[in-house]
């Protein structure tokens, strides 16, 4: 059995035509079946079947907490050359560029003929009510198909933005999450809700030139930062934060000792 030589090793299908032929078969015979119907078992676990019953979702991904390696992105970056998959809408990638305007495939005379009239694969076809209605749950909201503008989602009116939203994609839940250092140089506590319950405390405004958190945000994009007195980024207590601008925050970066002693004495004329 050690001199035994299997009759289809190094063919492909692409050099082969009976694995071609078989190829087509086996494809044409799982067309439209569900996973039961190909025998596969009620806890079967191959990737296909974990994927559906949401086993691979979070902690039990086996990506969850890693990354890949600078090697393993270069082996999926050449695998993807040359395939048109993946590339940025301002690719430079000679693929890519050939495939631009005029020389994209679809605008060749030659091609447009085999695939226009008769030679449509829709020609003679019909939707079906069912596929239809399908399509029409799926655009329904979408207002922009019928000549309105696209509906904006920059700012507050971005989904991610929207607290439920926001739950489900923070912590253990992000793709991203490693172990929580994202916080770091920073301690965990050191959140929007506390920052919040800062400037809420500061009035919103900077305690140094009173500049307010709508001024901010119309002029900046974001509203008031929230400064450690002490410098000390881990002490992340009430009484070390105070709500400051951008300006102010940058200016109290320099002459330190100065600046500690005027929040302190600021912060106990206001709260004692």
């Not at 059995?1 to 044409?28: A, C, R």
């Not at 395939?83 to 050939?98: I, L, Q």
């Not at 500061?202 to 500049?211: E, F």
Request: some cysteine.
């Amino acid at each position: 059995m050690s001199n035994y030589n299997p009759w289809n090793k190094g063919l492909t299908k692409e050099t082969n035509g009976l694995l071609k032929e078989i190829g087509f078969k086996v494809s044409k015979k799982k067309k439209g079946k569900t996973l039961e119907e190909l025998n596969h078992k009620i806890n079967c676990k191959c990737c296909v079947c974990c994927a559906k019953r949401g086993e691979l979702k979070g902690n039990t991904n086996p990506m969850h907490g890693k990354k890949h390696s600078i090697e393993s992105k270069k082996k999926m970056q050449g695998k993807r050359i040359g395939t048109g998959n993946y590339h940025k809408s301002k690719c430079k990638c000679p693929f890519c560029v050939h495939l631009k305007g005029d020389n994209h495939p679809s605008k060749r005379l030659e091609i447009r003929v085999k695939v226009s009239g008769k030679n449509s694969w829709m020609y003679g076809r019909h939707l079906t009510e069912k596929t239809k209605i399908k399509i029409g749950k799926a655009n329904k909201g979408n207002t922009y198909r019928r000549g309105m503008k696209q509906p904006q989602t920059a700012g507050d009116k971005n989904p991610a933005k929207r607290p439920e939203v926001r739950v489900k994609l923070s912590g253990n839940n992000s793709a991203n999450w490693i172990d929580g250092r994202s916080y770091l140089p920073y301690t965990k506590c050191f959140n929007r809700e506390l920052k919040s319950k800062i400037k809420e405390r500061d009035n919103y405004i900077c305690l140094v030139c009173g500049y307010s958190e709508k001024e901010h945000k119309q002029d900046y994009g974001f509203g008031l930062p929230v400064h450690h007195i002490n410098y000390n980024k881990q002490d992340s207590r009430e009484i070390n934060l105070a709500t400051t601008c951008v300006s102010c925050n940058s200016k109290a970066n320099s002459n330190r000792d100065v600046w500690q002693d005027f929040f302190e004495e600021r912060m106990g004329d206001i709260y004692g």
